[in-house]
């Protein structure tokens, strides 16, 4: 189908050769091939770029821990050296914090929060796809340290003085700060788009309550996000500036309070770890009830409790800080708040086992992953409770046990979330569904592996075996079933079968990107907004927008209730739901030009860092391509004009592209 | 190799296994044969530390059953509930009243646990009844503690040790906790909970010992190259023990009278004291020698060697200054006898040549330190511990000599 | 689609960022060359960038004639006028001579770029729309910098120039004007547009007259007497009043959660008390080369200062200097802070101490191991 229409030329004006705009006339006729995907602003191409980035860094990251837990296995060990493991765990944390779980939210977000609600695109495309390439450049920019000099050694979390240039004098914390200060521009302006396009751009009918969970969650999700990155992003200048020109922040020598970096990284880090966790949930809010053949248990509970942990999240980041020396009606003040944060996250897990309950359950692997979701984050969320007790933190903290307390929660919790969307959305995006068999494989290797890696650091931890030591000795293990050397060693041993496990995601999406039969339209009998268009959604989503009267509209299009005898039964399938709406289908659509602009404005940004790092002048060559960039992108006409398009497109077709 | 210090009692052992509910079945037997590692957290030898126990038992009790609770709910619902072709089940949106009880049971049980946990972080925080004060000081990559004049402790002058806390038992000892470089966390997990020294700051840190012995302990809070091996140790003495410990480290110096141990002295003199003070030390000139550290190395301050032999560990308590076998005899003697087993220090017999030995040649090599002279541009030239310093292998013999004589 | 000109660029481009990249793995990141090297790479991407745009210049053969009338510019008349500042710069000032070239620079790029886009097309508007686009989002970043630099110079010269008190006034007049004017225009939009320009012209044309006003007028007083004293530094810890260091005492920070000891200065006596207990002493230990806050109350009537004595320290060859640090001159019921960093130990006692400027016999001892 042609997707462009031209406006209908003036008489007056005559005609334009599409010629003299040479090669860069705008990328509007691009549909395939690579410049279609690196000017687009499609949010589902964009969600596309960012999953797979994500998954990349996944698997960066993944390597950086196998290769940390090989170095564990044996006492003394020699696989890493000192300054080597400390660069690894500190870029594994970053990496999989920053460049996989927050982008593959930014992934799921992108893609289905307008499908979800109903719209064509997000509000801002052209930021949008900004802030993917951002996000792109930035990861690359933070991981660029290996080859020049050595990446961060500081630990995700930077304390400071340690962070310094004396303590630390390679570049690669400065590489660390710029390229999250990047990243974190690529999650506000997402942050704000998605925000605008949930509170904007829902279908008619659509209230707020009424709105999918998955969106929900994802939405909270960014206002954390919109209130969360300031904080760091304040942190991080203060810390360059501290280590490029001489600042004194954190020189106790000029007066300073070393303290001051960790409330600030951790009123930042706290919410950080909703924004992590929430989406997960999310996604199994959706995944749970399609699989029980039941709406969710307590929408309205999952909702609140969600919105309550994004505004208790706020008065908790001192719990990371129970052994800095706060006093102890700080530290009183923080327990407490702690537990009162797990009363709602108690409250998703009772809704979730009460879906299952009185269902009709189906164990495809995405709710495999989804059930283990329960239990895992239930196991990680009890030993949080546990740390939350201020005196008991102060003798787990920075252990083994809390590196297993939040491997339970997010990999366990936002890490499996991730994987039960992916199998249960896999068919929506690409046409073809994964591997139920391969994808077997595929979550018994993780879960036996995610246990056997980190249930032993649970020992580990209470037998006083701290973290971020690149060897532990045989001095201090003890004998007995609760050695540091054996547990060690299965943590190691459960790493590879971690690894394993996900290698067999990798082989299914291959073997489904060969041989996979395309999916049936509606595969999993669901219920939600976003399966309410074809396997892959067309370019403008949907041919009609629904209005919805419905939790579960599609859900309640599909099946009817008997009043009398409470029986369900389907009324009409996807195929009739969609071919009426294609009889109704807009007759005008609307849809977003693609644009140089974005990877333009983006590229500019790691020149700056690049510069602030090695000579000045190489950041005012940035700063002019930023500056360039944002005019080009402000002066871009709105609408792609007749000279964009070559060649000049029939005017009877029904899609128009505006900027 | 092993640690070794008094088997954990039956009720620990029983609390450790409540983490693993399935194997601990398994490991009773094992367990009653062997002992848990030297940092076990859950097996208090102080009132703070048994303050802390008695919180969490309860706690993991709870979160235990809690989780076994969750479990069961959702392995019964995967049993009972699974796809059998039975109808699409009735579309109910939930009940408000279960969802609100179970959200206040959770509350309720999280209340109780908070009243608890405020009365414990007050009772630790307690410090009007302290007895001793004893000021830590961490830097990259060891613990310095220095006594103030104490005169009830027979302490008339300052005392100033390293790698090793040495306190009497049963007495309420302030740490006063700060550091000179980076964020470093004292944590001694048999005495109490960790709390970190944070440069610019004191942080108060009450610990007590209820019988003598040797309490492993370990830096937690990440300080950079070598945080794995910024290992420390307390040690605790009976009264009568750690007056004797004050004297020891009172007693003025004696320089060795002549041989090889008087040539290592020069040596020392020549080299070592640029950085490490040993108090009463005096040049050929009659002059006393003084370190200065603030000149060498980025902290400022490197261990003082006066009474070294006293001390079981070195280069912050990475390396045994005992051979194997003598250690294991001071770490595994019963507490009536350890105290006379420390204080007798470390005799030419007992002495890790090798280690010792392996450090005066090249200690960057044995202990990851930031050496490479191309780092040091950002510090003024100033090391971060130990640098190479090229000692021959005849200095290094005598300054072993010379070293075995500090006690 | 690609040009001849284009292509030519294109490759020096990737030439160059190859070269970069092996001289940032293989040389030295930090070095003139790779700097050069990462300049050079956008430029010559800005040159292949233009050449595509431009067809490398050339007319399109396909196109209708050009337009005969080239519009009207005001281009060479900036040329012109640019090649005469870089005469007058010659024989005046170098600043002059700079301008002089960045204006001719300009109006050649203009000038260039206006006479390409007439010829491109036979329609005007399309023509302006052409150079629009490759011209604006240079111009306006360019325009609106220096718009921003006048604007901030002159308020600053202003600002500088007048007393503290009507810089205050002078402050709040200013923000309301543009405040007022801003809701103005917002809440009318039908408002001729001669007139909102004309009313930002008399306000830039009073903001430039203030500001050379100012900055012919001066610095005030108080300002050039502040310099002249090092600014708020502290010069003697001696008993008298430092006219600029202690005007400020209060303001400082006064107290933290965590410090190494408190001094008080208790009707005439001194007393020291170290955290964690509670007894009073009259000397503390301080660990050696760390820095150590203590805080010192004043409890007596009557302003006071505490004096760290620190011993003496060569500052040149035979040349030595006592050190000593203090706190400002605060009143009684205040507290404030004092850091020291002592790198030496103390050998005999006394050694160093901590005083009250101007009172004899009160000290505490300080002792560093």
Not at chain 1, 163 to 190: C, E
Not at chain 1, 227 to 253: H, K
Not at chain 2, 343 to 355: I, K
Not at chain 3, 256 to 272: C, H, M, N, Q
Request: proline share 6%.
């Amino acid at each position: 189908m042609a997707i462009i229409e031209r406006p209908s030329a003036p008489a007056t004006v005559p005609a334009i050769p599409s010629a003299s705009l040479g090669a860069l006339k705008r990328p509007v006729t691009t549909q395939h091939g690579w410049r279609s995907w690196l000017f687009t602003v499609d949010h589902k191409k964009l969600g596309i770029m960012y999953g797979a980035t994500a998954l990349f860094f996944f698997v960066v990251g993944g390597l950086e821990a196998v290769l940390i837990r090989l170095q564990l296995a044996l006492p003394d060990g020699r696989v890493l050296n000192a300054d080597l493991y400390n660069q690894m765990f500190t870029m594994h944390a970053t990496t999989m914090v920053f460049l996989f779980v927050m982008p593959m939210v930014s992934a799921f977000a992108n893609y289905f929060i307008p499908l979800q609600v109903g719209a064509r695109d997000v509000a801002f495309p052209r930021i949008n796809a900004f802030g993917f390439w951002a996000f792109l450049f930035g990861g690359i920019f933070l991981n660029l340290a290996w080859f020049l000099g050595g990446a961060a050694d500081g630990g995700w979390f930077m304390y400071a003085p340690n962070s310094g240039p004396v303590f630390s004098p390679s570049h690669g914390v400065d590489f660390w700060a710029l390229g999250l200060q990047i990243t974190g521009i690529a999650s506000l302006t997402g942050a704000v788009n998605l925000i605008v396009t949930v509170l904007n751009m829902r279908a008619p009918g659509m209230s707020l309550m009424k709105m999918p969970v998955f969106t929900w969650m994802a939405t909270v999700v960014q206002f954390l996000l919109l209130f969360a990155m300031p904080v760091i992003t304040v942190a991080l200048f203060l810390l360059m500036f501290q280590r490029n020109f001489g600042a004194t922040f954190f020189d106790v020598a000029a007066g300073a309070d070393p303290l001051l970096w960790q409330h600030l990284f951790w009123i930042f880090g706290h919410p950080e770890v909703y924004i992590l966790i929430l989406p997960s949930f999310g996604i199994i809010s959706e995944v749970l009830p399609v699989f029980s053949r039941k709406p969710l248990f307590g929408y309205p509970f999952v909702v609140f409790s969600g919105a309550a942990i994004g505004f208790v999240g706020w008065g908790v980041w001192a719990h990371h800080m129970f052994a800095s020396g706060l006093g102890p009606v700080s530290v009183a003040v923080f327990s407490v708040a702690t537990m009162a944060i797990a009363v709602p996250t108690g409250v998703k897990v009772v809704n979730w086992t009460m879906t299952l309950w009185g269902g009709k359950l189906q164990f495809t692997v995405a709710m495999k992953f989804a059930i283990a979701l329960i239990v895992l984050f239930t196991v990680g969320g009890l030993s949080g409770v546990t740390h939350a007790v201020a005196p008991s933190d102060t003798q787990q903290t920075d252990t083994y046990y809390i590196v297993a307390h939040f491997h339970y929660v997010l990999f366990g919790g936002a890490i499996f979330g991730i994987f039960s969307g992916m199998y249960y959305w896999w068919p929506k995006m690409f046409g073809k569904l994964l591997s139920e068999r391969i994808g077997n494989w595929n979550f018994w290797l993780m879960a036996i592996g995610m246990n056997l890696t980190f249930g032993p650091m649970h020992i580990l931890g209470l037998q006083g075996q701290p973290r971020r030591m690149y060897i532990w000795t045989e001095a201090r293990a003890g004998e007995g079933f609760f050695n540091l050397a054996f547990w060690n060693l299965v943590a190691s041993i459960g790493s590879i079968i971690l690894a394993v496990g996900v290698l067999f995601f990798f082989i299914n999406v291959l073997v489904t990107a060969r041989r996979g039969a395309q999916a049936p339209l509606d595969p999993w009998d669901a219920r939600s907004l976003e399966w309410m268009t074809s396997n892959p959604p067309k370019e403008h989503n949907f041919d009609s927008i629904p209005t919805v009267g419905h939790l579960d509209e599609f859900f309640h299009r599909k099946y009817a209730e008997d009043h009398q005898s409470g029986e369900i039964r389907k009324v009409q399938g996807a195929e009739e739901i969609l071919a009426e709406m294609e009889r109704n289908k807009d007759a005008h659509i609307h849809m977003p030009s693609p644009s140089y602009w974005p990877i333009v404005l983006a590229l500019g940004l790691p020149v700056i860092a690049f510069g602030l790092i090695y000579s000045i002048p190489v950041a005012i060559v940035g700063g002019l391509i930023v500056v360039l960039g944002c005019f080009g992108w402000a002066i871009e006409p709105s609408t792609a004009r007749d000279e964009d398009v070559d060649p000049p497109a029939a005017p009877s077709t029904e899609v128009v592209r505006h900027g | 190799m092993t640690s070794a210090r008094p088997r954990p009692t039956a009720v620990n052992r029983l609390g450790s296994m409540r983490r693993r509910v399935l194997p601990a079945l398994a490991l009773v037997a094992l367990a009653g044969c062997a002992s848990n590692a030297p940092q076990d957290t859950w097996d208090p030898a102080g009132p703070n530390a048994q303050m802390i126990d008695d919180l969490q038992r309860p706690v993991f009790a709870v979160a235990g059953i809690v989780g076994l609770i969750v479990a069961a709910a959702v392995g019964w619902a995967i049993f009972r509930f699974r796809d059998r072709g039975q109808a699409i089940p009735k579309q109910t949106h939930g009940k408000p009243v279960l969802e609100i009880t179970l959200t206040i049971i959770p509350a309720l049980i999280l209340a109780v646990i908070g009243v608890f946990t405020v009365r414990t972080v007050f009772d630790l925080s307690k410090t009007d009844d302290t007895e001793m004060v004893i000021n830590v000081t961490g830097q990259q990559w060891w613990w310095e503690y220095d006594y103030p004049v104490q005169e009830e402790f027979g302490i008339t002058q300052p005392i100033i040790t390293s790698g090793q806390l040495v306190i009497p038992v049963g007495t309420k000892v302030m740490l006063r906790q700060t550091s000179r470089d980076v964020i470093h966390s004292y944590w001694i997990p048999r005495l109490n909970g960790k709390r970190d020294a944070v440069p610019g700051r004191v942080h108060l840190n009450r610990i007590e010992a209820d019988e003598p012995g040797i309490y492993a302990g370990q830096c937690t809070e990440f300080c950079g190259l070598s945080h794995a091996n910024m290992r420390m140790e307390a040690v605790a003495l009976s009264k009568e023990d750690f007056a004797a410990w004050v004297a020891q480290q009172l007693a003025p110096y004696e320089s060795p009278a002549d041989g090889l141990a008087k040539e290592g002295e020069a040596v020392f003199l020549n080299q070592c004291v640029r950085c490490h003070q040993v108090n009463g030390l005096e040049r050929a000139d009659g002059s006393p020698a003084i370190a200065a550290p603030d000149e060498n190395v980025v902290s400022g301050a490197a261990p003082n060697l006066s009474k070294l032999m006293s001390r079981n560990t070195f280069a912050g308590a990475m390396f045994d200054l005992l051979t194997p076998a003598c250690r294991r005899d001071v770490w595994e003697a019963s507490p009536a006898d350890f105290g006379s087993k420390y204080l007798a220090g470390v005799s030419e017999d007992c002495l890790n040549q090798t280690d010792l030995r392996g450090w005066l040649r090249n200690a960057p090599e044995m202990k990851p330190m930031y050496a490479n002279p191309a780092l040091l541009a950002g510090t003024g030239g100033k090391y971060r511990g130990m640098p190479y310093l090229a000692l021959t292998e005849s200095d290094i013999e005598k300054l072993v000599a010379y070293l075995v004589t500090l006690k | 689609m690609f040009t001849t000109g284009s292509k030519f660029f294109i490759g020096l481009s990737a030439l160059g960022a190859v070269s970069f990249a092996v001289f940032m793995v293989l040389v030295n990141p930090s070095s003139i060359g790779a700097t050069a090297l990462f300049g050079f790479v956008p430029a010559v991407a800005l040159a292949a960038w233009l050449a595509l745009w431009s067809r490398d210049g050339e007319p399109d053969e396909s196109s209708p004639a050009a337009s005969a009338v080239p519009s009207p510019g005001m281009w060479p008349f900036m040329a012109a006028a640019g090649v005469a500042l870089v005469l007058v710069g010659t024989i005046t000032r170098p600043a002059v001579l700079i301008l002089g070239v960045v204006v001719v620079v300009a109006a050649f790029v203009e000038w260039t770029v206006q006479s390409w886009s007439d010829r491109a097309s036979a329609d005007p508007a399309h023509n302006a729309d052409l150079r629009g686009r490759i011209m604006q989002p240079l111009e306006f970043p360019v325009l609106a910098t220096i718009g921003s630099a006048v604007v901030i110079l002159s308020f600053s010269r202003i600002m500088l120039a007048v007393s503290k008190s009507a810089g205050a006034v002078l402050f709040i007049v200013f923000a309301s004007l543009v405040l007022v004017g801003g809701v103005l225009f917002a809440v009318r939009p039908g408002l001729k547009r001669s007139l909102v320009a004309g009313v930002c012209a008399v306000g830039a044309v009073g903001l430039v007259a203030g500001g050379v006003g100012g900055a012919s007028s001066g610095i005030r007083a108080e300002l050039v007497e502040a310099k002249s004293e090092g600014h708020y530094t502290h010069r003697t810890c001696g008993p008298e009043k430092d006219k600029y260091g202690d005007k400020h005492a209060l303001l400082g920070v006064s107290s933290r959660s965590a410090v190494i000891a408190t001094v008080e200065f208790v009707e005439g006596t001194l007393v020291a008390r170290v955290q964690g207990n509670p007894a009073e002493t009259d000397r503390i230990t301080i660990p050696r080369s760390n820095p150590s806050s203590i805080i010192f109350r004043n409890k007596t009537e009557g302003d006071f200062r505490l004096v760290a004595r620190l011993g003496t320290a060569p500052v040149a060859e035979g040349v030595v200097e006592e050190v000593e640090q203090c706190t400002q001159l605060i009143p009684s019921g205040a507290e404030q802070l004092l850091t020291l960093t002592i790198p030496k130990p103390s050998l005999e006692p006394g050694a160093y101490v901590l005083e009250v400027a101007g009172i004899e016999g009160q000290s505490i001892e300080v002792i560093v191991p």
